[in-house]
């Protein structure tokens, strides 16, 4: 802004009476922005008010589905043996329930520690061979190998453990080992083994050597795999190891790269490839269906004759296939147009022709396009065979899912062998250096070390294992398994907590939750309740008249509590008796109050479940919309109607599926009037009660007009700096000759 000093020579405040000259353009701008203020003031209450409209229509949108009062409770006989939680689709009634068994963790205690380990006692000083020793841990169908030695600390020990998959610490206090596996069930137990005579050192020096089931297993495993000579005791050393081999062999084919054929990944590439071709035939099935339309559709007859003949239709075949700019070019579109008008089609049938008919093109035309496949569907359709070449083309896509299915069930069995290997892969890894026979060698030692092992029974004193294993409950005669002890039954979610005694049985009673529908609908109400009540306030809120929005100059001249109370007698009015509002208010109140036919041929509304306005003039004010249910506690206006017993939730414990009925009937009217409301218009944009597009516009409209008026009053005061500029330079220099006059009469 220019820095401007005036009046020097006239003495006249020059500023105020320039700013005196252009205050009537500065009020045409100033209404111009009171009018824009004012008119945001409205769009944000609108906003605010709308918000709680699309709260309301989801809510409205929940209710009308029976799932939203398929409320349950569900009690059981004795709630420290099991707990239920009943979902919305279990069924009412008492069922009968035992806990046969209850889920474990694979869990084992280790023995004590000699006094005075500490986290960093070597495996050597508690009792370890000395040098180094594998262990094996097999959980969740992965086994890991450890190597440990003498040297290890306990805290090494342990967290090897835990690199291995299984929970493991070191409890100082009690001087013991805890290892446990990370999930309950059988599947996810843990096996703990030595593969060597120092590994079988080591678990006993950590007192971590028991017997277990899961370990069992792993032996039973390991036995499998041996090969046995004529006597059936001695293993087959050659034999054993060429075993091993060839499914080391195996798998690495399997799990090697696409270049191997028997891999899994050259399948998985043979199927890439096949979706591909079968990609490639639905390419050509909708290539032949938009040629097929656009043929048809210039084929067309009226009164049995053809509105094109030959050589038009395949003019117009082409045009079709030509963009407007290409028409232009060839001058071919007042030809095309001609044709158009003689097809008569509707512009959105025409449009759609074109749409087809460009697809024809981009197939056609395409770098890739397999002319065979366009020679093919044009004979068929020149011989009226198109149903032929689309079963073919159905057979072909067929055929190729046949061979993807295929090649999935073989992926499937590839990785289910790998699966039951695990035990060797895991227990013989692969290295740089490591060759198969060298792997086989490995798994050969193991075995040979764990099958010799077996009988030694000289377990860790005072350690415990316990099995995973899994819950087991019997409901309704029927038995159940799982690896917790949540188990999922048609809709009820039950927690064995407590196996039962011998002969006894546990009831399950389930039945609607009458007093959760009977929240969900009173929620409704309040929400409801509010919103109305909100709409009434603003709708018939007291007039503002005279009171528009302030200036800045009309702030400056008021305490910031006066501006902010002047403001909000505005905004308090902004929607008074506003039409739109009215609109909605009376939607939603004349909904309210209609009543609906029920399937028992009967007609109800909410006041046959004592749910009622006081009406206008008996309450207070702009409450007159707002609904009360006669007994509700809660409500001091309806406490004490019918009797004080609350008659909705008596409706609800007499007849739940009436009730419900009633209020999905009723918010399906209501939603659906609302979502016809909030529809998408010129006016307004999709799930708006109000005319948001209109005031955007026309608050854009008045930014316009305002930059208009701001640049006018800019002007205007140039103008009249430069005609002050100019009377101050004619005075000072008529003031220049004054002083010079009386210099010459003076002397």
Do not use: C
Not at 424 to 449: M, Q
Request: charge should be negative.
């Amino acid at each position: 802004m220019a820095i401007r000093v005036s009046g020097l020579v006239s003495g006249l405040d020059t500023d105020s009476m320039v700013q005196e000259l252009v205050s009537a353009y500065s009020m045409k701008k100033d209404k111009h922005v009171k009018a824009q203020t004012k008119l945001e003031w409205k769009m944000d209450a609108w906003k605010e008010l709308n918000k709680k409209v699309n709260t309301l229509y989801k809510r409205l949108g929940n209710m009308k589905l029976s799932s939203y009062y398929n409320k349950k409770t569900t009690t059981v006989s004795d709630p420290t043996k099991a707990t239920v939680v009943a979902g919305n689709n279990a069924m009412n009634g008492s069922q009968t329930l035992t806990i046969d068994k209850i889920a474990n963790t694979g869990y084992i205690t280790g023995a004590q520690l000699a006094k005075g380990t500490t986290a960093n006692s070597t495996l050597g000083e508690l009792g370890m061979a000395s040098g180094d020793g594998t262990i094996s841990i097999t959980t969740g169908g992965k086994t890991s190998n450890i190597e440990v030695s003498s040297t290890m600390t306990v805290t090494e020990f342990v967290s090897k453990l835990q690199e291995a998959g299984v929970s493991a610490s070191y409890d100082s206090g009690n001087n013991r080992l805890h290892i446990s596996s990370k999930k309950s069930g059988k599947d996810n137990d843990f096996s703990l083994t030595a593969t060597d005579a120092n590994g079988l050192s080591a678990l006993k020096s950590m007192g971590v050597y028991v017997p277990s089931d899961a370990g069992d297993k792993i032996y039973n495993e390991w036995k499998d795999y041996a090969v046995y000579q004529a006597d059936g005791v001695t293993l087959d050393e050659a034999a054993t190891k060429q075993k091993f081999a060839d499914i080391l062999d195996t798998i690495a084919k399997y799990q090697g790269d696409a270049t191997d054929p028997d891999s899994i990944a050259a399948i998985q590439e043979k199927n890439t490839d096949l979706r591909t071709d079968i990609t490639n035939l639905q390419a050509d099935r909708t290539y032949a269906l938009a040629y097929q339309s656009v043929k048809d559709a210039l084929n067309v007859e009226e009164n049995g004759v053809k509105k094109l003949d030959a050589q038009e239709q395949e003019d117009m075949f082409t045009y079709l296939k030509l963009t407007d700019a290409e028409l232009e070019e060839v001058n071919k579109k007042a030809d095309f147009e001609a044709l158009k008008n003689k097809l008569g089609y509707s512009d959105e049938d025409f449009a759609q022709l074109r749409t087809n008919a460009m697809a024809v093109k981009q197939y056609e035309t395409a770098d890739d396009v397999d002319s065979d496949v366009v020679d093919s569907v044009h004979d068929s359709y020149v011989n009226g065979d198109m149903d032929g070449w689309y079963d073919q083309n159905a057979a072909d896509i067929q055929g190729i899912s046949d061979d993807i299915r295929a090649n999935n069930q073989l992926i499937e069995q590839k990785q289910q062998y790998i699966q039951d290997n695990a035990l060797l892969t895991g227990s013989a890894p692969v290295t740089d250096t490591s060759t198969t026979s060298d792997r086989a060698e490995a798994l050969f030692d193991k075995l040979d070390f764990i099958l010799q092992s077996k009988g030694d029974t000289n377990y860790s004193q005072g350690a415990q294992k316990i099995n995973g294993s899994n819950a087991q409950i019997t409901l309704n005669g029927v038995t159940y398994e799982s690896e917790s002890n949540d188990i999922t039954v048609n809709g009820m979610t039950i927690t064995a907590l407590q196996q039962t005694a011998a002969g006894e049985t546990l009831t399950i009673t389930t039945q609607a939750n009458v007093q959760g529908i009977y929240d969900s609908i009173k929620d409704f109400l309040k929400e409801y309740n509010a919103l109305i009540k909100e709409m009434d306030q603003l709708y018939n809120a007291d007039s503002s008249k005279g009171y528009e929005p302030l200036t800045d100059d009309e702030k400056d001249a008021m305490s910031d509590k006066e501006v902010e109370k002047w403001e909000e007698k505005i905004k308090k009015s902004i929607l008074r008796r506003d039409d739109t509002l009215s609109t909605v208010m009376n939607l939603m109140t004349t909904t309210m109050s209609q009543g609906f036919t029920l399937s028992d041929g009967k007609k109800y509304s909410l006041a046959s479940f004592g749910i009622k306005t006081q009406g206008y003039l008996a309450s207070a004010e702009n409450e007159g919309y707002v609904f009360h249910i006669d007994g509700d506690t809660e409500d001091e206006v309806s406490a004490g109607n019918n009797g004080g017993a609350n008659s909705l939730l008596a409706a609800l414990q007499s007849d739940p599926e009436k009730v419900q009925e009633f209020f999905q009937k009723l918010s399906d009217d209501l939603y659906t009037k609302l979502d016809k409301k909030m529809q998408s218009t010129t006016l307004n944009s999709k799930f708006s009660i109000y005319h948001d597009k209109t005031m955007k516009k026309e608050y854009d409209e008045y930014s316009k007009t305002i930059k208009k008026w701001e640049q006018k009053v800019s002007d205007m005061e140039e103008y009249y700096y430069k005609k002050f500029a100019a009377m101050e330079k004619a005075l000072s220099s008529l003031q220049s000759s004054t002083s010079a006059l009386s210099g010459l009469l003076g002397s």
